[in-house]
């Protein structure tokens, strides 16, 4: 009978370029849906509007926010759902100026941030990883899309009058 080796019931720590490249793909995934969005809804004609419209800061920050929290959804495997969605709604809003296109920015980084999020909730959760040991960049990420959501709407209405 062989003689297990000392380190052999120690777990393998997962190789952390390994989880970057799971975060790549999926957000490439979630950037194809957002796309595919856009042209469904710029091709077909088909587009969703926005349940609310405040006023284009609040209606920017709000859609940021429950983009963030949406791809947090399913450990970020709902990201590509809801981007799929909002590219619809956008894709409508694009139609009408071209410099609506900024808006995209503050969602998509929004939806980086939540998919990223939801890995490292999930690793957390199978106890591989602790998910305050990430919070720094995911908090990077939300903060630099709350303020770009409420930035370029500020910019959009001074540029269009």
Not at 6 to 14: F, N, P, V
Not at 57 to 82: E, H, K, N
Request: with cysteine; net charge positive; charged share 10%.
């Amino acid at each position: 009978m062989a003689i297990p080796k000392a380190g052999a019931s120690k777990k393998k720590k997962d190789d952390p370029t390994a989880i970057k490249g799971n975060v790549k793909i999926l957000y490439l995934i979630v950037a194809c849906c957002w796309l595919a969005g856009n042209a469904v809804s710029l091709v077909v004609g088909i587009s969703l509007e926005p349940m609310m419209s405040i006023h284009p800061v609040i209606d920017s920050l709000f859609l940021t926010l429950t983009v963030f929290v949406f791809s947090m959804l399913f450990f970020g495997y709902a990201a590509p759902i809801i981007m799929f969605a909002v590219g619809m709604m956008q894709g409508a809003i694009f139609a009408q100026d071209q410099l609506n296109f900024l808006l995209a920015a503050p969602v998509l980084l929004a939806s980086y941030a939540g998919v990223l999020a939801g890995i490292y909730l999930r690793r957390d959760m199978q106890g591989k990883d602790n998910f305050f040991d990430h919070k720094k960049p995911i908090m990077i990420y939300i903060t630099a899309a709350s303020v770009l959501s409420v930035a370029i709407p500020v910019l959009l209405m001074f540029l269009t009058g």
